[in-house]
């Protein structure tokens, strides 16, 4: 199955010169890169949010095979939705899924189900494809819905990821016994699968209460407590769309040996639009 863009012409650019003319504008030419476990990186439209998921993007070493975990709006499909065949659509091109880490994945944890419906119309995913098309021709992604934003949920989503990654990673080492020198000193640099959480920040506050409460959020997700977000979040009712995602994500992190984590930038609606009254954040974050 391919499933072809949802907010392509609203989100973004429904050309790809155009989109590529905006990604581009965003990106940050020479800038110091990381090889990085995990980032946060917005979803609003382009215009809004670009120059947030753009630094993020410029600011890490790209792998070839890319995790998203995305919070769920539209409420259709299954509580934890992973498309496990197929392929994703962009005005930039085709991307493909990487069926084998999607099995793995759904292997360590009984609450991802397979299943396209949730992906058909959300658009968290989709509008971080652009920033690695423009970056990277060619990779596989495993795309995750999340509807069911239960801390244990979140949790165990991290960690069946964090498994299927250090899986990969043991069968390239086995095989790298079998290979000659060159080969091996390949696979010795590659990078491991990034995960990606797909999450805006507070939603319509003041622009002095939104960075506030957002503060609150991003303190946690820099101290790498996936258990401290979740609960500022909800004690602090700071309406961060993806915070399940993004405990899930620092839940495989701290899985896979992250130790450090970085707020690449901050920024929010109101520096395009003009109104502070009512703005959502966006954070860029890179997990190492």
Same mark, same amino acid.
């Given at each position: 199955?391919?499933?072809h863009p949802a907010v392509a012409g609203l989100f973004y650019p429904g050309s790809a010169g155009a989109?590529?003319?905006?990604? *581009?504008?965003?990106?940050?030419?020479?800038?110091?890169?990381?090889?990085?476990?995990?980032?946060?990186?917005?979803?609003?439209?382009?215009?809004?949010?670009?120059?947030?998921?753009?630094?993020?993007?410029?600011?890490?070493?790209?792998?070839?095979?890319?995790?998203?975990?995305?919070?769920?709006?539209?409420?259709?499909?299954?509580?934890?939705?992973?498309?496990?065949?197929?392929?994703?659509?962009?005005?930039?091109?085709?991307?493909?899924?990487?069926?084998?880490?999607?099995?793995?994945?759904?292997?360590?944890?009984? +609450?991802?189900?397979?299943?396209?419906?949730?992906?058909?119309? *959300?658009?968290?995913?989709?509008?971080?494809?652009?920033?690695?098309?423009y970056l990277k021709e060619k990779f596989t992604i495993v795309p995750i819905q999340?509807?069911?934003?239960?801390?244990?949920?979140?949790?165990?989503?991290?960690?069946?990821?964090?498994?299927?990654?250090?899986?990969?990673?043991?069968?390239?080492?086995?095989?790298?016994?079998?290979?000659?020198?060159?080969?091996?000193?390949?696979?010795?640099?590659?990078?491991?699968?990034?995960?990606?959480?797909?999450?805006?920040?507070?939603?319509?506050?003041?622009?002095?209460?939104?960075?506030?409460?957002?503060?609150?959020?991003?303190? +946690?997700?820099?101290?790498?407590?996936?258990?401290?977000?979740?609960?500022?979040?909800?004690?602090?009712?700071?309406?961060?769309?993806?915070?399940?995602?993004?405990?899930?994500?620092?839940?495989?992190?701290?899985?896979?040996?992250?130790?450090?984590?970085?707020?690449?930038?901050?920024?929010?609606?109101?520096?395009?639009?003009?109104?502070?009254?009512?703005?959502?954040?966006?954070?860029?974050?890179?997990?190492?």
């Open positions: 199955m391919s499933r989109l590529r003319k905006q990604v *581009e504008g965003f990106i940050i030419p020479g800038a110091k890169k990381v090889k990085a476990l995990g980032i946060l990186s917005p979803h609003a439209g382009l215009i809004y949010s670009g120059s947030v998921a753009g630094a993020v993007y410029s600011s890490i070493e790209l792998p070839d095979t890319f995790v998203l975990i995305g919070p769920n709006h539209t409420g259709l499909g299954a509580p934890v939705s992973i498309m496990a065949k197929g392929s994703w659509e962009t005005p930039l091109g085709t991307v493909e899924i990487n069926s084998g880490l999607a099995a793995a994945i759904m292997s360590h944890s009984s +609450r991802i189900e397979e299943d396209s419906l949730a992906h058909m119309r *959300e658009h968290s995913l989709e509008v971080q494809l652009p920033f690695i098309q999340m509807l069911d934003t239960r801390l244990q949920t979140c949790l165990e989503v991290g960690r069946a990821i964090a498994e299927a990654v250090k899986e990969r990673r043991e069968q390239r080492a086995e095989g790298r016994g079998k290979t000659n020198n060159k080969e091996r000193q390949t696979s010795d640099t590659e990078l491991p699968p990034l995960i990606i959480a797909s999450s805006d920040m507070s939603h319509y506050e003041s622009v002095e209460r939104a960075r506030e409460k957002d503060q609150r959020a991003i303190g +946690r997700i820099l101290d790498l407590d996936p258990e401290g977000l979740y609960r500022v979040v909800r004690d602090s009712s700071i309406t961060m769309c993806g915070y399940g995602p993004a405990v899930a994500m620092l839940s495989a992190c701290k899985a896979l040996g992250a130790s450090k984590a970085k707020l690449v930038k901050y920024a929010h609606s109101g520096e395009v639009s003009g109104d502070y009254a009512q703005v959502v954040g966006y954070a860029g974050v890179v997990v190492c």
